[in-house]
């Protein structure tokens, strides 16, 4: 996720693949953090990055240069080691790299007109697509081996996603999720749900992708236009329960992905069912949306995820279940933020800020500056 604004601190910020870490990178160098604590786990100084990735909770960072010196190109691709500090592997292409995303098997790079595959523990190269112009390096991976899908704009003049299988190195489908251009994309972790946000941003659309266009869930975020900055799925092994999203307003959006599925099956035997289509009635429907606003400073570019989902008792008079999300913010003026979202079975919701800390500030807990 990279900047487009040097007046912010933080230049790219990312989640690992179970969102138990997180990366920045300032006009300095990187940071690596641990999300659960907050500890600061590795930091090197050496010049700016405009992508950090990690795999998993390893050693081992992708990492691209922004260009400011003649040895951080932003058209190389450099594996690095935070245990022994040094570069395992580079690859070198001809064109700025835009986006980078990998797991234990797979290792994608993003170019604007085209995206790499190679294998993640030889590095051979085993597959090249070609792309419409993607110049925002946008794109969702699902880490998960079994599923394994990799998802990029198939259009740039409308909502259309190509969702290619990784590991069979085939194309998959692709759904047509809105008229205009996308936004932003996202995969759940298991590969069974994809959301997408057109560059309006009013409407953010789930699809089912075993099902492509057959099946798809509409929220609305707002009535006005918003640029979408990131959106975050809740961790599941089957169906994710939230769906997180930041923009351009500053407001902190959950949307209720189980309960909107449970009212569609309810809701298609009665005659409303029958008359509107699902897309139409679910997008009308406030009750799958929960709103935090003035969680970010408005205009700032923010990345949040969803990073634990617990079930908690409602309250101490009462013994039914409610759901507590954990979701962590990382905004690009240098703050990170913990809030926590409990809903009860009555659909009742209540925000709270856990924790809040300026990352600019944070101190080397683990390994020594380079």
Same mark, same amino acid.
Request: hydrophobic fraction near 40%; proline fraction near 4%.
């Given at each position: 996720?990279?900047?487009?604004?040097?007046?912010?601190?933080?230049?790219?910020?990312?989640?690992?693949?179970?969102?138990?870490?997180?990366?920045?990178?300032?006009?300095?160098?990187?940071?690596?953090?641990?999300?659960?604590?907050?500890?600061?786990?590795?930091?090197?100084?050496?010049?700016?990055?405009?992508?950090?990735?990690?795999?998993?909770?390893?050693?081992?960072?992708?990492?691209?240069?922004?260009?400011?010196?003649?040895?951080?190109?932003?058209?190389?691709?450099?594996?690095?080691?935070?245990?022994?500090?040094?570069?395992?592997?580079?690859?070198?292409?001809?064109?700025?790299?835009?986006?980078?995303?990998?797991?234990?098997?797979?290792?994608? #790079?993003?170019?604007?007109?085209?995206?790499?595959?190679?294998?993640?523990?030889?590095?051979?190269?085993?597959?090249?697509?070609?792309?419409?112009?993607?110049?925002?390096?946008?794109?969702?991976?699902?880490?998960?081996?079994?599923?394994?899908?990799?998802?990029?704009?198939?259009?740039?003049?409308?909502?259309?996603?190509?969702?290619?299988?990784?590991?069979?190195?085939?194309?998959?489908?692709?759904?047509?999720?809105?008229?205009?251009?996308?936004?932003?994309?996202?995969?759940?972790?298991?590969?069974?749900?994809?959301?997408?946000?057109?560059?309006?941003?009013?409407?953010?659309?789930?699809?089912?992708?075993?099902?492509?266009?057959?099946?798809?869930?509409?929220?609305?975020?707002?009535?006005?236009?918003?640029?979408?900055?990131?959106?975050?799925?809740?961790?599941?092994?089957?169906?994710?329960?939230?769906?997180?999203?930041?923009?351009?307003?500053?407001?902190?959006?959950?949307?209720?992905?189980?309960?909107?599925?449970?009212?569609?099956?309810?809701?298609?035997?009665?005659?409303?069912?029958?008359?509107?289509?699902?897309?139409?009635?679910?997008?009308?429907?406030?009750?799958?949306?929960?709103?935090?606003?003035?969680?970010?400073?408005?205009?700032?570019?923010?990345?949040?995820? #969803?990073?634990?989902?617990?079930?908690?008792?409602?309250?101490?008079?009462?013994?039914?279940?409610?759901?507590?999300?954990?979701?962590?913010?990382?905004?690009?003026?240098?703050?990170?933020?913990?809030?926590?979202?409990?809903?009860?079975?009555?659909?009742?919701?209540?925000?709270?800020?856990?924790?809040?800390?300026?990352?600019?500030?944070?101190?080397?807990?683990?390994?020594?500056?380079?």
């Amino acid at each position: 996720m990279a900047n487009q604004s040097s007046s912010y601190p933080i230049i790219c910020a990312s989640f690992n693949q179970d969102n138990s870490a997180f990366a920045i990178s300032t006009k300095d160098g990187f940071k690596v953090f641990d999300s659960s604590t907050g500890r600061l786990c590795y930091e090197r100084v050496v010049g700016a990055f405009v992508i950090v990735e990690m795999l998993y909770g390893s050693s081992l960072l992708a990492i691209v240069g922004a260009g400011e010196q003649p040895f951080l190109s932003p058209r190389r691709l450099c594996l690095f080691n935070t245990t022994t500090g040094t570069a395992l592997r580079e690859l070198n292409f001809l064109t700025s790299i835009l986006a980078v995303r990998l797991n234990r098997k797979r290792l994608v #790079v993003l170019l604007q007109e085209k995206t790499y595959i190679y294998d993640s523990n030889s590095l051979s190269i085993l597959d090249t697509i070609d792309t419409v112009p993607n110049l925002k390096g946008l794109c969702a991976f699902s880490p998960c081996l079994d599923s394994c899908f990799l998802a990029i704009p198939a259009s740039t003049t409308k909502g259309s996603v190509l969702v290619y299988n990784v590991m069979d190195l085939h194309s998959y489908c692709e759904i047509d999720a809105h008229r205009g251009p996308l936004a932003a994309i996202v995969l759940s972790s298991n590969g069974m749900y994809i959301a997408t946000a057109s560059e309006q941003g009013t409407i953010i659309r789930v699809h089912l992708v075993s099902e492509a266009t057959k099946q798809s869930y509409s929220f609305r975020r707002g009535t006005y236009p918003s640029t979408i900055f990131s959106l975050s799925f809740g961790p599941s092994m089957r169906l994710p329960d939230i769906l997180v999203a930041t923009s351009t307003s500053g407001t902190l959006h959950a949307f209720s992905l189980a309960l909107a599925i449970n009212q569609r099956s309810r809701r298609s035997s009665s005659f409303l069912g029958s008359v509107l289509p699902n897309s139409l009635t679910d997008a009308l429907d406030p009750a799958h949306h929960h709103v935090l606003h003035n969680a970010v400073s408005a205009g700032v570019k923010s990345c949040a995820v #969803v990073r634990k989902i617990e079930k908690v008792p409602a309250s101490s008079l009462s013994k039914a279940v409610a759901c507590r999300f954990t979701i962590s913010v990382v905004t690009y003026n240098g703050y990170f933020q913990e809030y926590t979202l409990t809903i009860n079975n009555q659909n009742e919701a209540v925000w709270a800020l856990e924790r809040e800390f300026n990352l600019s500030t944070a101190t080397q807990a683990l390994s020594k500056k380079s």
